[in-house]
């Protein structure tokens, strides 16, 4: 079954809105979940790297005033996209460290498009 | 950074072995060979990892060169459902952020 739950499947927003997406981790308390996006064609790029009761830390280049990120609690991170623009439509795609730590899962992802 | 290169795109006939080669010439010692898929608009999916032993699942086979240069995805038989991009990734052992390459797309023919 399903280690990883991303929600919702599909977002469509307005320009200048804000959507949010959440991921959680269903088996296991996950201290550190990632994010990640994926444009059409293209590979997944890694964005930021949430970490539970601290503030995330964002890859080189990801405005973090855009996309925030909160991770509240051990099961759960949520990744909001502020005044949401055309070209942020995207795959949004979680991922957590598995129990072992050998292993890492990835949610279903969430297709964002903005119009 | 992506440590890894692979050919884009391999085509393989439904029941025969497939084989996805990785290169990743610059890992080091304690850095693990990961391989996810990607079946069109889904998340990643785990199939198999590595240090420096051969590993075998119940999807597949990972074979790493004796000097850790590059390794191979083996997919023994085939079938349309194995088509998707094949993501053949080196991880650190005290990170767990992935940096994906461009990976390859597998067709599988009938």
């Known amino acids: 079954g399903a280690v990883v739950s991303q929600h919702p499947s599909r977002v469509i927003c307005k320009s200048g809105t804000s959507v949010k997406i959440e991921c959680r981790s269903l088996d296991f308390q996950a201290t550190t979940m990632f994010w990640y996006r994926q444009f059409p064609k293209q590979s997944l790029m890694l964005m930021a790297t949430?970490?539970?009761?601290?503030?995330?830390?964002?890859e080189q280049g990801v405005e973090k005033d855009k996309f925030l990120i909160n991770h509240a609690s051990l099961t759960l991170s949520t990744l909001t996209v502020t005044s949401a623009h055309p070209e942020d439509s995207s795959f949004y795609i979680c991922s957590v460290v598995g129990a072992s730590g050998n292993t890492i899962y990835f949610g279903e992802g969430s297709w964002l498009t903005v119009v | 950074d992506a440590k890894t290169t692979q050919p884009p795109s391999m085509d393989c006939a439904e029941g025969r072995a497939a084989n996805l080669p990785c290169n990743h010439s610059?890992?080091?010692?304690?850095?693990?060979v990961y391989w996810y898929r990607q079946i069109h608009s889904q998340g990643p999916q785990y199939i198999i990892h590595?240090?420096?032993n051969n590993e075998t699942n119940e999807m597949a086979s990972l074979i790493i060169t004796e000097d850790r240069k590059s390794s191979t995805l083996i997919l023994p038989h085939a079938t349309l459902r194995d088509t998707a991009v094949y993501y053949c990734?080196?991880?650190?052992?005290?990170?767990?952020?992935?940096?994906f390459g461009t990976g390859t797309s597998l067709t599988v023919i009938p």
């Open positions: 610059t890992i080091s010692g304690n850095e693990y």
């Open positions: 590595g240090l420096k």
């Open positions: 949430s970490n539970e009761g601290s503030k995330a830390t964002y």
């Open positions: 990734i080196v991880r650190e052992p005290t990170g767990n952020q992935f940096y």
